[in-house]
């Protein structure tokens, strides 16, 4: 940026200024590969599959443009991708990197066994979907449970996974079996990331047959980090764990988790009462729960309560 900026001082550029002083300050081929991610619209999916060869893993990593839509692409669109790969050895760091050109190509990871799992754009840094078969998404499971999968990498799975199916590229029983593996998640920015996600699977499903089912999985996804977190407030716990309770809380009232409402319910009488005011942070779930299953009279109180509040 300095190159650039003192080179073409009091003067008007063009964006290939730019690309050209980047490229000769870093020697590597900056312009080439930003005119193919703006010069076309979108942005792409890579599509990976693994085999073992030995001691080796070898992948083949294929591009095509990404519709959210689920409409299929056109065959015209390349681009020059930085793809990166991590490994269950070295779940925090790029074990190999090399750039995707052509509509596929081969990739070989030395040393990578056939039980450890191969994480595409770890820090999910590149700006790009990542599609994974089904055997390849079953390895990440147990990183998630212990999370040697970095946070970042949790999200960014997760993300990717219900964007292919939210396409209808992935089957949805993929995004649920891996959901599975979050149940002991701490993670507040991931946690709202499986929220979003169940809110529009929820309102897919709702009236119909398997509504029941899906609030049974809802409550037995978020059961574990409603119960550790708890209602009150710990000595010390950091703001996002503040977030993620009312987080937690309100998608266990919505799930019908019978405690949870019950709860909701008392200390709703206890705040309207003035014998315990609710914290800023609950006033929304408990509320939002109340009201749910709430008549006419739980309506007025309602009203009084907000001009109160």
Same mark, same amino acid.
């Given at each position: 940026?300095?190159?650039?900026?003192?080179r073409h001082q009091y003067k008007n550029t063009f964006t290939e200024d730019l690309w050209a002083a980047l490229e000769e300050a870093s020697h590597k081929p900056v312009g080439a590969v930003m005119s193919t991610w703006t010069k076309?619209?979108?942005?792409?999916?890579?599509?990976? $599959?693994?085999?073992?060869?030995?001691?080796?893993?070898?992948?083949?990593?294929?591009?095509?443009?990404?519709?959210?839509?689920?409409?299929? /692409?056109?065959?015209?669109?390349?681009?020059? #991708?930085?793809?990166?790969?991590?490994?269950?050895?070295?779940?925090? @760091?790029?074990?190999?990197?090399?750039?995707?050109?052509?509509? /596929?190509?081969?990739?070989?990871?030395?040393?990578?066994? !056939?039980?450890?799992?191969?994480?595409?754009?770890?820090?999910? *840094?590149?700006?790009?979907?990542?599609?994974?078969?089904?055997?390849?998404? !079953?390895?990440?499971?147990?990183? #998630?449970?212990?999370?040697?999968?970095?946070?970042?990498?949790?999200?960014?799975?997760?993300?990717?996974?219900? !964007?292919? *199916?939210?396409?209808?590229?992935?089957?949805?029983?993929?995004?649920?079996?891996?959901?599975?593996?979050?149940?002991?998640?701490?993670?507040?920015?991931?946690? /709202?990331? #499986?929220?979003?996600?169940?809110?529009?699977?929820?309102?897919?499903?709702?009236?119909?047959?398997?509504?029941?089912?899906?609030?049974?999985?809802?409550?037995?996804?978020?059961?574990?980090?409603?119960?550790?977190?708890?209602?009150?407030?710990?000595?010390?716990? @950091?703001?996002?764990? $503040?977030?993620?309770?009312?987080?937690?809380?309100?998608?266990?009232?919505?799930?019908?988790?019978?405690?949870?409402?019950?709860? !909701?319910?008392?200390?709703?009488?206890?705040? *309207?009462s003035g014998k315990a005011p609710l914290p800023a942070d609950l006033r929304f779930p408990v509320f939002k729960a109340v009201l749910a299953?709430?008549?006419?009279?739980?309506?007025?109180?309602?009203?009084?309560?907000?001009?109160?509040?």
């Open positions: 940026m300095n190159l650039y900026l003192t076309q619209m979108g942005f792409p999916v890579v599509k990976v $599959t693994s085999r073992q060869d030995g001691n080796n893993r070898k992948l083949t990593v294929a591009q095509e443009k990404f519709c959210a839509d689920g409409k299929a /692409s056109s065959n015209d669109c390349l681009w020059m #991708i930085p793809v990166t790969f991590s490994s269950s050895d070295s779940p925090g @760091s790029v074990i190999q990197q090399t750039v995707l050109e052509t509509k /596929s190509a081969e990739v070989t990871l030395q040393g990578v066994s !056939a039980d450890e799992w191969v994480k595409v754009n770890p820090g999910t *840094v590149g700006y790009y979907r990542t599609q994974y078969p089904p055997d390849m998404l !079953a390895q990440f499971v147990p990183a #998630i449970r212990d999370k040697s999968l970095p946070p970042l990498d949790r999200l960014g799975l997760l993300d990717d996974l219900f !964007a292919m *199916v939210q396409a209808g590229q992935t089957p949805t029983v993929e995004v649920l079996k891996l959901m599975q593996a979050f149940s002991q998640e701490d993670n507040y920015t991931v946690w /709202s990331s #499986i929220a979003n996600s169940l809110s529009k699977l929820s309102l897919l499903l709702s009236h119909t047959d398997f509504d029941d089912l899906f609030r049974l999985y809802g409550r037995r996804l978020m059961k574990g980090v409603g119960d550790r977190l708890g209602w009150d407030p710990k000595p010390k716990e @950091s703001h996002l764990d $503040t977030l993620l309770r009312s987080l937690a809380i309100d998608r266990l009232c919505v799930f019908e988790d019978e405690a949870y409402i019950k709860e !909701a319910h008392k200390r709703f009488e206890d705040h *309207v299953k709430g008549d006419e009279k739980t309506y007025n109180t309602m009203l009084r309560v907000r001009f109160l509040t």
